[in-house]
């Protein structure tokens, strides 16, 4: 996949193409939409498919306030890109030269690439103050003489799918119905740092990973099914993530991972933990004996869950 990440570059990769145009930050069933589309396009007219997007959010320029938690790291979002067929990607530093880009100028550079097709949702929207939409689109389409293909908004369950949504439902601890928008678990990557191996005297051994210098979306506190990925071997397990409230710990927030069926140090190693199922929102015990009972429970009701899952489907 060849990577352009200035406009300057647009006139190295001259090919026939077609290009889909969106934020695409968090890579949902939406956006897979419109690329999928857009792929379709490239391969029944020998094109190439060309992802136009942004490497930072727009709003953390005009609105720096309101800018968006993560869901994907950059290099996941180009490694999920590229697994998606696409051969150029434009990853593009949204900065104040494309703040006061008219919609005209907008498409009049785009024109450095041999474009015969726009792939978009019919909520984007482009240029100054979002004045280029899919109306505006579909008159320059006729004007230039390119094809423009909008692609509806995608649901689940009666709701229209956006990275907003999926932020809400993170937070909101309903992990399953943001990994149905999202077509796939959702995941945290951390290294793995030395604890209080508390987990271990009590015969849960944790693997646990500091919260506070990533730079994605965390989850709401509490207790979680999961899948450890390391060393291209996935793992079941458990994770919580919280402060340990029943031993006083109050300052920092954890990612602490009981990996089931494994056993070796995995300390300075990185991780990555892809959440499942809210098993229960974090709790405060009397003591270490009524916390490992809990735990025990905890971990039952992964597997069963786990169990249930691997049969019918994966993500």
Known sequence: MEIIRSLKELH??????????????????????????????????????????FKNHPLSLISPELTPEVLLLPFEKRCFLE???????????????????????????LSALDYSCLVIGENFSFGFHGEGNSRTLERSAQEIGFELIVRPLVSTEGTV?????????????????????????????????KGKQRGRQIGFPTANIELENLDV????????????????????GMANIGRSPTFGDLTKTYLEVNIFDYIGDLYGRELTVAFYLLVRCEEKFLSA??????????????LEYFMNFDKNHKI
């Open 12 to 53: 190295k990769f001259n090919v026939p193409c077609v290009i889909a145009l969106g934020t695409f930050d968090g890579l949902h069933l939406g956006h897979h939409d419109v690329i999928k589309i857009a792929k379709e396009y490239a391969v029944n007219h020998g094109q190439k498919l060309a992802v136009f997007t």
């Open 217 to 236: 979306i965390v989850p709401r506190v509490g207790v979680y099914a999961v899948k450890v990925l390391f060393d291209e071997q996935e793992y079941r």
């Open 289 to 302: 004996e009524e916390l490992k009972k809990r735990i025990e429970q905890d971990k039952k009701i992964c």
């Open 83 to 109: 697994s998606m067929g696409v051969d150029i990607l434009l990853d593009i530093v949204f900065d104040e030269h494309l703040v006061l880009m008219t919609p005209g100028d907008f498409l009049k550079t």
């Open 161 to 193: 799918i956006s990275s907003t949504e999926i932020r809400r439902r993170i937070l909101a601890g309903e992990i399953e119905t943001a990994n149905k928008m999202l077509g796939r678990a959702y995941s945290l990557r951390g290294v793995v740092v």
